[in-house]
């Protein structure tokens, strides 16, 4: 295991070519602007180096993934300006995961409420503990969700259930998370961070020349027209067939043998 430039608040250390990003603000992880900072600067570090394929992002501690924002100092806001610059913080952040050219996965091992499930979401894969409490409840606060949350859950999950459970903020149970598509996999309590590993493990032994640019047309076409995702899909194929993965893999299928790729 090495540790990479670790902060106070967000720890990271790379094993197995997997890079693990652990938030570790306690009691509870809450975001502020220091533990925003340094998670930005965490995923710049990872998308650098070269010992890590696979990013999976967790909280210290069996009782909170990320409970939300640093709500004392979300008081202190004194203006609009202010305000905004805030949600922009954190929304600038959180576009780093779901822009990464390295697959990132959410390993949710406790609560994972406001700015903690918009961190979530904001990933590419997303495995929860069965006994985890979901929620967007920043309406019983008297604010809206500013990190991406009125975003990216309608997009997730469908508008109808998204208002919902926006405008009630209702909290829902991981086993709810699941039906509804919002997260990928729920394992017991204490085996989050074990089923994270071995996903990622998982997808770092395949070829990341096939599996970046399989994420860059999955996520670019997202929001574009089929026609529009076809071309960037067509050209994504097109930079895969040229690589020496490709070669490799299809040679490791004639000759019925595991391929090894080189990344490149």
């Avoid at 070669?247 to 595991?258: D, M, N, T, V």
Wanted: proline share 2%.
């Amino acid at each position: 295991m090495t540790a990479l430039n670790s902060g106070e608040c967000v720890k990271v250390t790379v094993e197995d070519r997997v890079g693990i990003v652990t938030i570790d603000h306690r009691p509870v992880n809450a975001l502020n602007r220091q533990t925003l900072n340094e998670l930005g600067q965490a995923l710049d570090s990872l998308q650098t180096e070269t010992a890590s394929k696979v990013i999976i992002v967790t909280g210290a501690g069996s009782l909170a993934f990320v409970a939300g924002a640093d709500l004392k100092e979300m008081s202190q806001i004194a203006s609009v300006d202010e305000a905004k610059q805030m949600a922009s913080l954190g929304q600038s952040v959180f576009l780093k995961l779901q822009r990464s050219d390295k697959p990132v996965i959410a390993a949710i091992n406790g609560v994972c409420l406001g700015g903690g499930l918009e961190l979530a979401m904001s990933c590419h894969l997303r495995i929860s503990g069965d006994r985890v409490r979901f929620g967007q409840p920043e309406v019983t606060l008297g604010i809206i969700p500013g990190w991406g949350g009125t975003q990216r859950l309608p997009r997730l999950i469908g508008k109808a259930k998204a208002i919902e459970w926006i405008l009630t903020g209702d909290l829902f149970s991981a086993q709810e998370a699941y039906r509804v598509g919002l997260v990928n996999l729920v394992v017991a309590q204490g085996q989050v961070l074990k089923a994270a590993k071995d996903l990622a493990r998982k997808i770092a032994a395949k070829g990341m020349v096939a599996v970046t640019q399989s994420l860059r047309a999955i996520e670019k076409g997202a929001d574009r027209s089929l026609e529009d995702g076809l071309a960037l899909e067509a050209e994504a194929f097109g930079v895969v067939a040229q690589s020496e993965d490709s070669r490799e893999g299809l040679r490791a299928f004639r000759e019925k043998r595991q391929p090894q790729f080189k990344d490149r």
